[in-house]
C-alpha cells in the first residue's frame, strides 16, 4: 500500500531537507521511505528529512518544559540523528511561515534528540543555541582521499559527533575528494562528521575569528554545510588558537557563511533560513 503525503523543501546555505508535516506524530517513516525521499534521481532529492512534529507525540517530557515541537530528524540514509544546526533553523522558518508558532522575544524552544534548544532571530536570519560542548582529547587519525599522509583530528561534540582536522592549505582543501568516505582510526562507535578546515588570512580581524570548511556528514557524505559542522570547526580552531582566541567567528561553507558564538559554556550557531517549494510524494 502506498502512502501521499505532503512536502515542503528548504535550505540553510545549501544544506537542504524535506520537510513533512505530521503534528499528530501518525507517520512512522521506515529508512527505507527517507531514503527514497532524499533521493536525488528518483525522490524529492535532499541532505535529510525533518519529520514536524508535536513533542507530546514523541517526548512529553520535552513538551511539558515548553517544548511543543519536536525536530525528527533523519540523514539520507534513512539513520537516525542526535541534532542538525542547518536544519533547526530550516524548521523553526516553516512553523513561522506555515502559521503553527510565533516566535517571541526570547524565541522558541524546539525538542531534539539532544533536548530542547532555543532559536532567536539574528542579523543572519536565526540563531540556534546548541548548547554546552565537549572537546574529546584522545587522538584521532584522519584518512581521506586527496592528503599524502594521515593527519590528527579532535573530536567535538555539539550534540552529535565531530572529527575536525586542520589543513595546511586552501589547495589541500580543495584537493580533497569526498566522495569516498574518510577513514578515523580508532572509529568513533557511532562515527562521527568529519571536518576539513583551513584559516582565513588573517585569522583574526577584530574580535572575530574567520575560517573556511568542507564537511562529509555521517550517513550522507559531503555537503555544502553543515551547522554542527560549522560550531565544531570553530570550537577546535579557537581551542588550537589559545587562551587568546575570539569567541566570535564566522565559517564560509560551500554554501555560504554562517556565525559561531562561544557564551558561558554554551555554542550558538546564526545563519540563514529558505524555503524553496512545496508539493506531494508517493511513499510505497
Known amino acids: ?8 523543501k528548504g535550505h540553510g546555505t545549501g544544506n537542504d531537507f524535506v520537510i513533512v508535516p505530521d ?9 527505507d521511505q527517507v531514503a527514497a525521499l532524499c533521493d536525488r534521481h528518483f525522490g524529492v532529492g535532499a541532505d535529510g528529512v525533518l519529520r514536524v512534529v508535536r513533542s507530546a507525540a514523541i517526548d512529553p517530557a520535552q513538551a511539558a518544559g515548553g517544548a511543543e515541537w519536536f525536530m525528527d530528524y533523519r540523514n539520507a540514509d534513512g539513520s537516525t540523528a542526535e541534532m542538525c544546526g542547518n536544519g533547526i533553523r530550516v524548521y ?10 510565533a516566535l517571541g522575544d526570547d524565541g522558541i524552544l524546539i525538542g531534539t534528540r539532544n533536548g530542547a534548544l532555543r532559536v532567536t532571530r539574528s542579523d543572519l536570519g536565526y540563531e540556534a543555541d546548541l548548547g554546552r560542548f565537549r572537546l574529546e582529547r584522545g ?4 584518512r581521506a582521499r586527496g592528503l599524502d599522509v594521515a593527519r590528527p583530528g579532535l573530536g567535538v561534540d555539539v550534540g552529535n559527533p565531530h572529527v575536525v582536522v586542520a589543513l595546511s592549505s586552501e589547495d589541500e582543501l580543495a584537493g580533497l575528494d569526498l566522495t569516498a568516505h574518510p577513514i578515523l582510526d580508532p572509529a568513533p562507535p ?3 562528521n568529519v571536518e576539513f578546515v583551513v584559516p582565513a588570512d588573517p585569522l583574526v580581524t577584530g574580535d572575530v575569528g574567520a575560517v573556511r570548511m568542507r564537511v562529509f556528514e555521517r550517513g550522507v557524505g559531503e555537503t555544502l554545510s553543515c551547522g554542527t559542522g560549522v560550531a565544531a570547526t570553530a570550537l577546535a580552531v579557537r581551542d588550537w588558537a589559545g587562551s587568546g582566541a575570539p569567541d566570535r567567528w564566522t565559517v564560509d561553507v560551500p554554501g555560504g557563511r554562517l556565525g559561531v558564538r562561544m557564551v558561558d559554556g554554551h555554542v550558538l550557531l546564526s545563519g540563514p533560513a529558505t524555503l524553496v517549494y512545496s508539493g506531494q510524494f508517493t511513499l510505497a
Open 1 to 8: 500500500m502506498s502512502t501521499t503525503i505532503s512536502f515542503t
Open 23 to 31: 503534528p499528530d506524530g501518525a507517520l512512522d517513516l521506515t529508512e
Open 190 to 192: 557511532a562515527g562521527a
Open 139 to 142: 587522538d584521532v587519525l584522519v
Open 92 to 101: 523553526v522558518h516553516y512553523l513561522l511561515q506555515s502559521g503553527l508558532a
